[in-house]
């Protein structure tokens, strides 16, 4: 099992920038792809972003390319998303998500390839 903490939400400003941050414990993660996905109100949950194992290879959905940066350290089992420019229609909670497959690359975008998931923290952009 892998348990998922994430931090870094708040408020901000359009414009603004953000950090989030995805503590991983229990079994190891180093071999797996990992996931930012968000979900805004009366919406279904969508892709954001994703990391193979070794942080070689990135995917970011065509919204937030240019703007969001993912990233991970595997020494510290934490996985991270920059998010710079932020916009109005950015605002979601924010989850991060492991891949269960081994290595998986490129990292998937389907939300039925994340086997775990994190409660999720609540990112607002005002206008």
């Known amino acids: 099992q892998v348990q998922l903490v994430e931090s870094g939400g708040g408020l901000v400003q359009a414009g603004g920038s953000l950090r989030l941050s995805c503590v991983a414990s229990?079994?190891?993660?180093?071999?797996?792809?990992m996931g930012w996905f968000r979900q805004a109100p009366g919406k279904e949950r969508e892709f954001v972003a994703a990391?193979?194992?070794?942080?070689?290879?990135?995917d970011y959905a065509d919204s937030v390319k240019g703007r969001f940066t993912i990233s991970r350290d595997n020494a510290k089992k934490t996985m991270y998303l920059q998010m710079n420019s932020l916009k109005p229609e950015d605002t979601a909670v924010y989850s991060c998500?492991?891949?269960?497959?081994?290595?998986?690359?490129?990292?998937?975008?389907?939300?039925?390839?994340?086997?775990?998931w994190g409660q999720g923290t609540q990112v607002t952009v005002s206008s």
């Open positions: 229990g079994r190891t993660f180093s071999n797996s792809a």
């Open positions: 998500a492991v891949d269960t497959y081994y290595r998986r690359t490129p990292p998937s975008r389907q939300v039925f390839s994340y086997a775990f």
């Open positions: 990391i193979s194992w070794g942080g070689g290879y990135t």
